[in-house]
C-alpha cells in the first residue's frame, strides 16, 4: 500500500470515528472539518488566543457546534493519533483554528448546517426620497469588521449604501475598516453585493485592526465638534473571557475589550450624538462601558446579543445588523418592503430606539437584542440629525429627480446632486427666509391689530 493510501484510510478512520461519537442532535447540527495533513508533536493549535497542545503526532478533526453563529460560539478540537486513529484529546473552545484564511487542506467532511444564498428574488430600486438635508452639524460614522467573512462585508456595504444614498453623509466623513484593507473577506474575493448584484460601492479606508480603529477614532479628536453626530458599528466577531471581560475580533491583531473601547472613546471631545450598533458575539458586554465613558450628549448601543451569549450570522447577510440597517433605510438589502413600517410615530424619521425595536421584533429566535440608552433624548436620535430647511420644496424636488435618479448609478447621482443641486438650493432657502421673516413682521403686525379690537386697553385693564 503507497503512503498516500496509508494517508488517506488513516483519514476516513478518523472520519468515522469522529462521526460516530456525534449525538443524534450533533449529527444534525454540528459541521466537522479535517485538516489533512499531520501536526508534529510538540507544536500547538491557535484557537484564536487558546493554544492547544499537540502531544502526539496528530491530525485534527474540528466540531463546530453551531455553525449558524458568528464567532466566538461553542466549537470542539478532536485530536486523533496519526498512527492509531485514536482520539487522545477533546477541547472545548470558542473560535476555529483559521479566522482571517482558511488554507485549501482544511475541508468539511460532515456539513448537515449550510448557509444558503438567497435566490430567485426580484431586487428593486427603493423608491428615492428628497435628497437635499441641511444638517445642522456634521455626521460621522466608523464601519469595522475584522476577520470578515462575506456576510460581515455584505453588512458594511448595505450600512454604506444606507448612509450616502438614503442620507446623504459625505463620503470623506465615512470610515470603512474591513479585513486587510480592501472590500475582500475570508473565503474568497468580493465580486458582486447580494442585494442588488452590483459591484461593491465602499471604499475600505483601513484594515479591520485595532490599531486602524484607533487611528481614526484619534483623527475624530480634531474634528467633532458640539453639535455633530457620530455612527459606530461593530461587525464580524467577538469573545468574552467571563463577566465584564467581551472582547472585538480584530483583523490579525489583538483583541479589543470593552473596557480598553469605552476608554478610547472618552478621549473624544465633547458633542452631540453617539449612536452604536454591534453585531458581534457577546456585543452586550460593551453596552454598559460605552455608556459610562461616551462624551456625547446622547447616547445610545444597540447589540445583537447579550454579554453572555453568541449571535447568529446567516448566507449573505447577519440578521440584527441586516434588520436594524433596514429599518433604517426603509426596506430590505434586496430593495424589498419591511415587516412592518417601524416609524412608530409617523413623523418621517426613524429613531435609534425605532430602529432597535424593529431589528429585535423580527430577531431570529438565536439572537438576544439589547439597547441601552442615556436618557429618551437619546433614543430618539436619527441618522438623518437636525434639519434647517423649508421641506415644501421636497415633493417639487423628488418629482423632478425621478427619472434622473433610475437612469443613473446611485454614487454618480447623489455626487451631482451634493455637488450642484443642493447649493443652488440654499441660495434659494436663503432668499426664501428673508422673505418669510418680512411676511412674518408683517402677520404680526395683523394679529397684534386684530387682538387689540377684540380686547381693547380698557377692557384689558
Known sequence: MTQENIRKDLFEKI???????????????????????????????????????????????????????????????????????????????????????????????????????????????????????????????????????????????????????????????????????????????????????????????????????????????????????????????????????????????????????????????????????????FAGGFNAPILARSTASKTTVASAAVESRSSIGGADFDPFARDWIAAMTGHTPYGTALAFNPDTDANGKIYAEEAFWYADAVHDPYDTPNFSETSEAAGDTYLGQRYITLWWYCPLVTKYLEPHYLAMPAPEFYDKVNARLEPALRKIEQQLDKSSSALRSDVESQIQKMIEEVFPAKAAA
Not at 491557535?46 to 502531544?55: D, G, H, M, S, T
Not at 438635508?133 to 460614522?141: C, I, L, T
Not at 457620530?230 to 479589543?256: A, C, F, Q
Open 15 to 281: 472520519q468515522i470515528d469522529a462521526i460516530s461519537e456525534l449525538s443524534f442532535s450533533q449529527s444534525n447540527s454540528s459541521n466537522l472539518h479535517m485538516l489533512h495533513d499531520v501536526l508534529k508533536r510538540g507544536s500547538e493549535v491557535r484557537a484564536y488566543k487558546q493554544k492547544i497542545p499537540v502531544e502526539r503526532e496528530t491530525v485534527m478533526v474540528f466540531a463546530d457546534d453551531a455553525p449558524l453563529f458568528n464567532w466566538g460560539h461553542p466549537c470542539r478540537y478532536l485530536l486523533y493519533d496519526a498512527h492509531s486513529a485514536e482520539k487522545y484529546s477533546e477541547v472545548s473552545a470558542q473560535f476555529p483554528p483559521y479566522l482571517i484564511s482558511t488554507p485549501e487542506n482544511f475541508k468539511p467532511f460532515h456539513q448537515p448546517v449550510r448557509f444558503v444564498p438567497r435566490e430567485g428574488v426580484w431586487v428593486q430600486r427603493p423608491p428615492l426620497t428628497c435628497p437635499i438635508r441641511f444638517p445642522v452639524g456634521e455626521r460621522y460614522a466608523i464601519l469595522f469588521a475584522g476577520a470578515s467573512n462575506n456576510r460581515h462585508t455584505n453588512d458594511l456595504e448595505f450600512l454604506y449604501r444606507t448612509l450616502r444614498c438614503h442620507y446623504g453623509f459625505r463620503d470623506d466623513h465615512i470610515f470603512a475598516l474591513n479585513y486587510d484593507g480592501t472590500i475582500n473577506y475570508n473565503g474568497g474575493p468580493a465580486t458582486t453585493w447580494p442585494g442588488d448584484h452590483t459591484a461593491y460601492q465602499m471604499p475600505v479606508k483601513g484594515k479591520g485592526t485595532r490599531a486602524d480603529l484607533d487611528a481614526v477614532l484619534d483623527e475624530l479628536k480634531a474634528r467633532l465638534k458640539p453639535d455633530d453626530l457620530l455612527l459606530i458599528h461593530t461587525n464580524n466577531h467577538g469573545g468574552n473571557d467571563g463577566p465584564g471581560r467581551s472582547y472585538l475580533v480584530t483583523y490579525s491583531g489583538p483583541e479589543y475589550y470593552a473596557a480598553d473601547f469605552a476608554n478610547k472613546l472618552a478621549e473624544l471631545p465633547r458633542y452631540d450624538t453617539l449612536m452604536v450598533m454591534m453585531e458581534q458575539c
